[in-house]
């Protein structure tokens, strides 16, 4: 009988969410908002009905990020540190460093067989996140998704003083109207930010092979930028949002695997997803 296993990862600014058994079959990302726990259930909502699966089905279900404990139906919550070390080494065996960019906050994390040794975190600043240049691009009046092409264009980066997000917004627009052409500022503005995520990945001695994960591994001018500035080349996730919950699933499978080697009984679920309560 096959078995099915869910992650689930409520970060910041995204929700996602993967079914495996031998592999991912199927997957459903979702912005995080204030209802997290009425989210949660639609995303599991959408990826079971993708591959026509029932909640019961599920055997193990993991919840990771930020607002795990907002998740009525896991059956165990696990930290993203884990789970992103266990999702990057299910696609990168031989990865030693995890550098993740996500909307809120980023990451770098040193594993060894899939399991972390080391990490280390921005400040609470949105400096150096996702979130940074969104604010960005709306100052500059571009699409974020654009970013990393516009910003590969750039010939000469244009030197950004602020590592603030308030003032580094205030700084690129009156560089704009200084005439600084749009290619270079962006170029600048991802330079800055690769500045910024390499010195904090640095204190925990960079190995190959690097791994970039997060919404910002999807802006490939970033990714060219902390290439430059570490020395090494980065990989990037078929999709680089879906790693923690890769992870928390495979997570789920072994904690499944083991309970059945200890004798202990995968009982099925009683209830239908429909039927938890989410307030």
Do not use: W
Request: with cysteine.
């Amino acid at each position: 009988m096959t078995q099915y296993f869910a992650g689930i990862d409520i970060g910041s600014t995204m929700t996602k969410v993967v079914i495996m058994d031998s592999g991912i079959i199927a997957s459903n990302i979702g912005p995080t908002g204030p209802e997290q726990r009425r989210l949660a259930n639609k995303v599991m909502e959408k990826a079971l009905k993708e591959v026509d699966l029932a909640f019961e089905a599920i055997t193990y279900v993991v919840a990771t990020g930020y607002g795990r404990i907002n998740v009525p139906f896991a059956d165990k919550q696990i930290t993203e540190i884990s789970c992103h070390a266990k999702g990057v080494a299910n696609f990168f065996p031989e990865a030693k460093t995890i550098i993740e960019v996500g909307g809120q906050d980023c990451k770098g994390i040193k594993i060894n067989n899939g399991k972390p040794v080391d990490f280390v975190m921005n400040d609470k600043c949105a400096a150096g996140t996702g979130r940074f240049l969104e604010i960005i691009a709306d100052a500059l009046g571009i699409k974020i998704k654009e970013m990393g092409e516009i910003g590969l264009q750039g010939n000469n980066p244009a030197k950004i003083s602020n590592i603030c997000t308030v003032f580094a917004e205030q700084e690129v627009v009156a560089r704009l109207a200084e005439g600084v052409p749009l290619n270079d500022l962006v170029a600048g503005i991802l330079e800055s930010l690769a500045n910024r995520i390499s010195r904090m990945v640095n204190r925990l001695h960079v190995a190959e092979e690097v791994v970039v994960t997060g919404g910002g591994a999807k802006n490939v001018g970033l990714v060219k930028a902390l290439s430059d500035k570490l020395g090494y080349a980065l990989a990037v996730p078929p999709e680089p949002l879906l790693t923690g919950a890769v992870g928390a699933a495979l997570l789920g499978k072994d904690i499944a695997d083991k309970d059945l080697q200890d004798g202990v009984s995968l009982q099925t679920k009683e209830r239908s997803l429909k039927e938890i309560k989410i307030f």
